[in-house]
């Protein structure tokens, strides 16, 4: 089993999430997708049955992200195995699917050849491997933060949606997507909440609803260890960056609450390897956001 002091390969969260899902009967196995080379998108489904509001948690779209993928992990046992009221109530109340490695190929890369993989691994010609995943969604597809230099780590592809896993993946969310209240997608750096849009600061949606309750999930998180979370639109807070998930499934589906985690840490020089003796603080006071989030969004309807 996970220990959350370590970080654990493709084959080891696979197999633990088979264990889990042969453990508890309210967790079942569902497939998001497929890879490039043809591995599995696999993700957990936990239903209590009668819950008619879906959770979906995307982790390890980008690969190097490795904080990411154990997050999304640590939140799917949390549902399952921790004895909290509150978090035995967010397990029965929601539909929840829970994929932490939507990236698979990528995720393998950076632990056999190259610990800086961010893209998938399918090859663009014989010298250029590599489509950035969070690129590649048809929303916006091409307009800003991506370039069409296939070496490029903002390669968004040929095309919208070119890839298998975005492909695979975005028509799996689409037919899931009836009832869907909260669309989370983790990555990191930067300890950064955003929601949609990447194209423009206007607050378009429900912008003022989204930022008010995701505020609140940043004030909840901030309480345990003092971790501090600037909420914002992806083009306020980041960057203008089109092609994304939360963008696509904002734009595209209906899903009221659509955010993006941009996990610890907040220095650029740590950046992505963040120490193993950070996963559990993270897990911890990510939990104890989504909770709020859950919390605030009956509050505020
Ligand atoms: O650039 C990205 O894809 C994300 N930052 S990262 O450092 N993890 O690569 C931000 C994604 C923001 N979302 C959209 N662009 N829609
Ligand atoms: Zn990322």
Known sequence: SMTWNAYYTLDDIYSWMEDLISSYPEATEIIGGISYEGRPIKGIRIYHGRA??????????????????????????????????????????YDWYIFPVTNPDGYIWTFTNNRMWRKNRRPINAQQTGVDLNRNWNNNWLVAGASIDP????????????EPETRTLSTYIRSISDGMEF?????????????????????????????????????????????????????????????????????????????????????????FILPPDEILPNNLEVMDSILELIYMSKRIT
């Open 52 to 93: 008619n509001k879906k959770i979906f948690l995307e982790g390890g779209i980008h690969s190097r992200e490795w904080i990411s993928p154990a997050t999304v992990a640590y939140i799917a046992n949390e549902l399952l195995t921790s004895p909290i009221d509150e978090i035995r109530d967010a397990a029965r109340e």
């Open 183 to 271: 669309y989370l997608s983790f990555h990191s750096y930067g300890q950064l909440l955003l929601l949609p849009f990447g194209n423009t600061t206007e607050p378009l949606a429900n912008y003022f609803e989204a930022i008010n309750i995701g505020r609140r999930a940043m004030g909840a998180l901030s309480v345990r260890y003092g971790t501090q979370y600037v909420t914002g639109n992806v083009a306020e807070a980041i960057y203008h960056a089109t092609g994304g998930s939360i963008d696509w499934v904002k734009g595209h589906l209906d899903v009221r609450l659509v955010y993006c985690y941009e996990l610890r840490p907040d220095d650029w020089r740590v950046g």
């Open 151 to 162: 070496s490029s780590d903002t390669y968004p592809g040929p095309g919208p949606f070119s």
